[in-house]
């Protein structure tokens, strides 16, 4: 039958986020508190001056020169991409690297369920490594996988949602340096809670690529707003 959408896509049933509304969502991983009121008191001041009717310049010289210098490590501002989230960033990512039928990211599993749902959105195939019951994994494994030519992604959560654990930054090292073809996105939206990043490292990877979010932390899900930082080449090659 001819369907006005893609065919793959008709037949997923619409999803359904059927979670009751509670005062701690811990299922999605959203903060149970609100900002500390000086943000919000500063938030409020600020949006009397937007004005809402303009299309706005999504690239301030503020807010890059704050993200910049909260990310730190000598990045400029050409190293940083803003999305509406993490999830648009992600989204976008899958959407640029997908060459054919056959592109797959690698994720292992289990990780952030939306990998798949925006994977599949542009025609992305994605294929999973287990962790093992101690949520470790295999690195020759990991990259023996990703080596296929096919795969035009390696995703990995640090720290990863659900389990939670933290990755050490050896076992990623030694992941990013054996693909140095492949594009590596390490999904930094927990960062804050362990401390650990590659900003530091990005000079010295221009295959490694940064997703960090302004929703868990910061606690400002509903502000929407995401991020990528990496190499200068990354973005612009
Ligand atoms: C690992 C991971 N990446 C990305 C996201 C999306 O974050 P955002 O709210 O910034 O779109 C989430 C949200 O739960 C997440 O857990």
Redesign the pocket.
Known sequence: MNTLFRTDLSKISASTVNVPMRKRMMC??ESCMDPYSTIMTSFHERMKDVRLNRYFSPVTDELHTKLTSYVGHQLSADHLLYGN????I?YHIFLAVRESEQSFALSLAPS?F?YKTFALAVGLKVRFLDLEPDFSFDTYEYIRRASDPNCRLAIL?NPN?PTGNLFSKEQLRQIITALPDKLVLI?E??YEFSGCTFAEELAQYPNLIL?R???KAFSS?GL?F?YAVSARQTSRN
């Open positions: 999605l991983n989230g993490a999830d648009d992600l952030y939306d959560c949602n999904d939206t927990y997703v979010s302004f929703s899900a929407r995401g």
